[in-house]
């Protein structure tokens, strides 16, 4: 039951805590927006003598799904079965996140490829522990009718098969 703030009450959220086996095995629908997460991780050892910002001297660069497709990372780490249902660009990010979708086999992925459509991609710069920026490369946009329909009609497709359906928005237009 919710509490006036919007938040759960300590004793709903042991029930959902009991039912989080309950997932496992069950076949799960995600629809939503997905990104790109980007993460570059390095120290800082000094301040640029141009401006004073830290200096960070990069070590390693790791990509994720982000949005939409971490929610469906966490639901098969959960056990969980996942259909997974979004739209990216035709750009890099885009191919990325479809590379990222075909390495993890416990996805079934459904992603429409629009030209017309930037893949968001949130970057955030780390230093130890401390994220120091993050910087956001999007174009928040509505389907046009004809992708909404190729997204209803695989939605439509595979809703039989599903016990349950996240939706996944971020706002970005799915």
Known sequence: MPTAQGGMKRTDIGMVLRRLPDLAGAHVMVIGDVMLDHYIYGVVERVSPEAPVPVLRMQREVAMLGGAGNVAR????LGARVTFLSV???DLAGRQVA?????????????LVTSGRVTSVKTRYVAGTQQLLRTDQEEVKSLSEAERNQL???????LDTCQVVVLSDYGKGV
Not at 74 to 77: G, H, K, P, Q, Y
Not at 99 to 111: D, F, G, H, N, Q
Not at 152 to 158: F, G, H, K, Q
């Open 74 to 77: 966490n639901l098969i780490s």
């Open 152 to 158: 209803l009609a695989r939605i439509e497709a595979v």
């Open 88 to 90: 990216t660009g035709e």
């Open 99 to 111: 590379s990222l979708l075909t390495e993890c086999t416990a996805i079934r992925p459904w992603v």
